[in-house]
């Protein structure tokens, strides 16, 4: 891959019509951007090309004199210093220009039209120059006459400013006999790095390298595809950028579009500027901005093509392109891509490195996003991957393809069509919105980490992870941080030594996910993952005095959630203190310990007197967004009740008789009630065990029972993952007898209702998993008659 | 709330057009009195006339201005009786559930507000700030309304006493003691207190560029609200406010650090007020 150049005359893109060896490469590009201004005379098209490069063949092949007159044009007088004269105009202009060739070379005495001196003096300085150079000078002149008609031809605004920007500065080249440099803002190439070519063979190696290495190959060859295509490929102008984005800024894309000109789409047909290649010189920025638009431009293109393709390219492009660009997409949006590193190497190291991620803050409010993940982490120096890759590696896949397909494929039944959720989605209007941002905080409703997801996306707080190491070289700014968060920690939890805190916060194998503000730490979570046992343990948690009751502790642990998803650990424990527990509540953990004892025993650390908490986490949770969608989802049932209403809108008379002194009626008596879609549940109307033992007795009685019937031993203990690989994708909610027997002993069922919904499940999972007509079904058939003959027999429902 | 904090931003603009107009004056006094030696009598008496009516112009927007506060004022006061009437409708009506405590992050919210949109006291010139305006005492007689909110010392469950924020709900002029509420719902206590263990806040701030005497000064022993907490803590005034709309920065007594003061901490005129006991704990 060292060279670009010769990749791009490999016919990959193999075109029938193509006019040139060398042209075939370019098919893709030279007719793309079809909608777009295809006045561009400078469009990286063969043609232009080839006419370029003619041209300067034809001139260089003139006589000195004639290359003389042709140079004099773009060369200042020299007769007397005051002559302010830059380029001499011919006193007979040639009637057809085109057919300067065939003419005499104008006399090196024939005056200038403007000045009136010499053509001799405007070209005295050529005198002793080589035939090289001037052949040099003589190639900027015809791309100095090119650009001045692509200045003319474009109407694109930004696009002819660069033009007629690099006319000036080519005339000047000339004047000068210098080499032509691209000078102000602009920076000069590579603009970022890594650049895309060594981000997209990471990301080949990253996904693919495990592949058998005829697939290797082929992947390896779709991403020198891809490459090729991004070098010829013509970039949307920075309106049409706009236009499509909806941002009103688009200054950084400018700003890459300009560069994009003039060293790499320009220099294409005008060789007096150093060239670039696309995918060289810029990096993973540049391909967030044109990704999607490029996907799909260069889909249609392949799929208008397809006739024209190679018959074994066409299956390559057709079957595997869009997959491959697909999961590309993935690394470049991603949000802890690996394949962006500096130093990416393919995850196999371990050992904890001083890692430090940002959790920028979240993306653009209100946008399709919400229901995704939208905070995102984001691995700053490539130092935390080393540590957590093995893990993430390929778990990673697992969570991702669940929120993003599943999302879509499992719709529970009665659910409401998306189009009218999108419906009314469109008329649901932020009440904070119109009243200016105090009165977000006003709200008594509002969730607890609000303001701190406000205050995250206005910048005003920010989330690091960070550790010491000592393999490394500490950044001052980490270190900084780190005593900022032994401070914190130290003040905040006056019952811990300070020193204890200190080895435990500078420990490498410990990480703390710190909350700054105005550059200085206000709180954080220390934290230690043990990935082997599939646990994190939360060591501190503190928020520095006066900046409490804000809700960055939920926030902060939110992030910290989303931190351990994206590092495949599904589980935190703590020893929590008295004064922890209501804070450890408030966010999500409980008493309840579902990680067996022996995966953490001697892992954790153990505090006297303190509770040991656990919380398990969802991965499909994008926990720092989850109360804004669940206020979202209030908002939208809240509409869509009213749109019920609406439509059936029937107003009855109030009840009277509670004023005669009835105390209860039976629900399904209120008027209109049933008309609303409610049904009676047979299940409510016996009336409930009181006695929590009597229920007990009676339904370890049942179970006992349940547990002996001939039909049971399908449904004895939980389905294994070994004999049936699919199951847990399939059922949501799994159980069987021996968890209904823990979960009795636990005292879990506190109602009947309960009981008999888990055995009602234990019936349902089986008919969904398997066909209507098998072995296991007729059990589940039998059982659950069965069983609903006990429940009556019991007194449990009703008969 | 929201609006009448508005309404103040809007207030404070033509404030500084009557400043700037009263500048453009004194210019073209002295100007004039250059040449009011040569003047005709007849421009003098011009001149005059002009003077007068400007003056009386001045006054009269000045005087509209202040209309207008007063107007703010009694709709702020309205505001006041009405959530008073809900909070003791609350009280006393037995039938309603409970209604739900707030959620604490709320009322530092609303305690926030509150300390923004106190109003900023403008004096007539020449006029001294009234009591209870920034750091100026309320007379030894004032009695606190219902409804105002106070500094209490009130013994606390383990026997140490401690300055909340309170609010009051009654004064009995015959025991001359104080009923007043925990601000905080959590904690629902009433208390009834002696005068000498109430401090009412203030409810104006102090200008600091035209009354800075009416501003705590630097090194001050004071009892200011702890940030994000509704207890009082003696502190020392570490920088008085520079801005009408600044809150001073304070050091709060702190025996966890190692020169027994607290880094600066930012709190509102509001809650800053006069600690009377001076010797340390």
């Known amino acids: ?799 | 709330m929201q609006t009448e904090n508005k309404s103040w931003s809007f207030f404070f603009v033509p404030q500084s057009n009557i400043l700037e107009d009263e500048r453009q004056r004194r210019f073209v006094l002295t100007d004039a009195s250059v040449s009011v030696s040569s003047a005709s009598p007849y421009y003098r008496t011009k001149l005059r006339g002009l003077y007068t009516t400007a003056k009386a112009d001045a006054e009269a927007e000045c005087s509209i201005l202040r209309h207008a506060l007063d107007k703010i004022a009694e709709i702020k006061s309205l505001l006041e009786e009405r959530r008073i009437a809900a909070k003791m409708a609350g009280v006393y009506s037995d039938g309603d559930p409970p209604r739900k405590t707030m959620r604490r992050g709320v009322l530092m919210t609303l305690l926030q507000q509150s300390a923004m949109t106190l109003p900023l006291w403008i004096g007539k010139p020449g006029e001294s700030p009234p009591p209870l305006c920034g750091a100026t005492p309320a007379s030894s007689d004032y009695v606190a309304k219902q409804g105002d909110k106070v500094a209490a010392r009130v013994k606390t469950t383990d026997g140490d006493e401690q300055w909340i924020l309170a609010e009051v709900v009654s004064y009995n002029h015959g025991t001359n003691k104080y009923e007043v509420d925990d601000i905080d719902e959590e904690g629902k206590e009433r208390h009834t207190l002696s005068r000498r263990r109430i401090i009412p806040l203030p409810q104006w701030k102090a200008n600091s560029e035209t009354d800075p005497e009416a501003l705590f000064s630097k090194d001050q022993l004071v009892l200011a609200l702890y940030p994000q907490t509704t207890c009082f803590y003696r502190a020392l005034i570490h920088t008085p406010p520079h801005r009408p709309q600044d809150d001073y920065s304070v050091l709060f007594e702190d025996t966890s650090y190692a020169d027994g003061y607290s880094p600066p901490l930012n709190v509102a005129q509001r809650y800053v007020v006069a600690c009377k006991e001076n010797k340390k704990k």
Request: proline share 6%; net charge positive; with cysteine.
């Open chain 1, 1 to 799: 891959m060292s060279d670009p150049a010769s990749q791009a005359l490999q016919p990959r893109l193999p075109q029938t019509q193509s006019t040139g060896s060398a042209g075939s490469s370019t098919a893709v590009a030279a007719s793309t951007g079809s909608g777009q201004g295809h006045s561009d005379p400078a469009r990286p098209g063969l043609s232009q090309q080839q006419r370029a490069s003619q041209k300067k063949a034809q001139v260089r092949a003139f006589p000195r004199a004639k290359k003389l007159e042709k140079l004099g044009v773009f060369s200042a007088c020299k007769a007397i210093d005051t002559c302010k004269c830059n380029g001499w105009k011919n006193p007979n202009p040639p009637s057809a220009p085109r057919m300067d060739m065939q003419q005499q070379a104008a006399s090196l005495s024939e005056p200038c039209r403007s000045c009136g001196h010499a053509l001799a003096d405007h070209v005295s300085h050529l005198e002793n120059v080589s035939e090289d150079e001037i052949n040099r000078l003589l190639g900027m002149v015809v791309d100095v006459e090119n650009l001045f008609m692509s200045v003319h031809k474009e109407e694109d605004t930004d696009t002819k400013q660069v033009y007629f920007y690099l006319f000036k500065l080519l005339r000047k080249c000339i004047l000068q006999m210098s080499q032509p440099v691209v000078e102000g803002s602009l920076g000069s190439p590579p603009f970022e790095k890594p650049n895309i070519e060594q981000g997209v063979l990471n990301f080949v190696q990253y996904k693919f390298s495990h592949l058998a290495p005829k697939e290797r190959q082929t992947m390896f060859e779709l991403s020198k595809m891809f490459l090729l295509c991004l070098n010829y490929w013509k970039l949307e102008t920075p309106s049409q950028y706009r236009q499509r984005t909806q941002k009103d800024d688009g200054t950084a894309y400018k700003v890459d579009y300009t560069r994009w000109l003039c060293y790499c789409h320009v220099p294409q047909s005008n060789d007096s500027l150093p060239r670039y290649e696309t995918t060289q010189v810029f990096g993973r920025s540049l391909l967030k901005s044109i990704f999607t638009v490029t996907r799909r431009q260069l889909l249609e293109k392949f799929r208008v093509e397809k006739d024209k393709l190679l018959p074994e390219k066409r299956t390559l492009i057709l079957t595997h392109f869009p997959k491959f660009l697909s999961m590309l997409e993935e690394e470049i949006y991603g949000e802890n891509s690996p394949i962006w590193e500096a130093d990416f190497t393919m995850p196999a190291s371990d050992g904890t490195q001083l890692g430090q991620t940002v959790v920028s803050p979240a993306a653009v409010p209100g946008s399709p996003a919400l229901m995704k993940g939208m905070s995102s982490i984001s691995t700053l120096g490539g130092m935390d991957t080393a540590g957590s890759e093995p893990i993430t590696g390929e778990k990673r896949k697992l969570p991702e393809a669940l929120t993003l397909e599943d999302a879509k494929r499992i719709r529970v039944m009665g659910d409401i069509p998306m189009e009218l959720v999108n419906e009314v989605m469109m008329t649901i209007t932020d009440p904070a919105a119109m009243l200016g941002p105090e009165t977000n905080l006003l709200t008594p409703n509002a969730a607890r980490d609000e303001t701190a997801r406000l205050e995250e996306r206005r910048g005003i707080i920010e989330f690091h992870v960070i550790g010491n190491s000592l393999s490394q070289k500490s950044n001052k700014k980490i270190l900084m941080w780190l005593v900022g968060l032994q401070n914190v920690f130290s003040h905040q939890l006056p019952r811990m030594p300070k020193e204890y805190i200190t080895r435990l916060v500078f420990d490498p194998k410990h990480k703390t996910l710190a909350l700054i503000k105005d550059g200085r730490v206000i709180g954080g979570i220390c934290f230690r993952m043990f990935p082997t046992q599939g646990f994190t343990e939360i060591v501190f948690c503190a928020v520095t005095s006066n900046e409490q009751v804000k809700g960055y502790g939920t926030h902060l642990m939110n992030h910290l959630k989303e931190y351990h998803i994206k590092h495949g650990i599904l589980y935190f424990l703590t020893y929590a203190d008295e004064y922890a527990i209501g804070y450890f509540k408030k966010q999500g953990f409980s008493k309840d310990i579902k990680v067996p004892k022996s995966r953490y025993l001697g892992y954790i650390k153990d505090y006297e007197g303190a509770t040991l908490m656990e919380c398990e986490l969802n991965p499909r949770i994008p926990y720092t967004e989850l109360s804004h969608i669940i206020k979202r989802q209030k908002e939208i049932i809240k509409k869509l009740i009213e749109r019920k209403q609406s439509q059936i809108r029937k107003v009855y008379p109030g009840l009277t008789c509670f004023k005669e002194g009835v105390r209860q009626i039976p629900v399904e008596s209120i008027p209109g009630i049933r008309e609303t879609g409610w049904k009676p549940s047979n299940k409510e109307k016996c009336k409930e065990v009181k006695d929590p033992d009597v229920l007990y007795n009676m339904l370890k009685n049942l179970l006992a029972q349940i547990k002996t019937h001939p039909d049971a031993w399908p449904f004895m203990e939980p389905v294994k993952k070994s004999e049936a690989p699919d199951y847990y994708e399939i059922i949501r909610f799994p159980i069987d007898l021996k968890t209904m027997t823990e979960r009795l002993k636990n005292r879990y069922y506190v109602t009947k209702k309960l009981f008999i919904a888990d055995l009602q499940r234990i019936i349902t999972n089986c008919r969904e998993y398997n066909p209507p007509d098998s072995e296991y079904c007729k059990c589940a058939n039998t059982l659950e008659k069965f069983f609903y003959f006990k429940l009556k027999d019991g007194g449990l429902i009703d008969k």
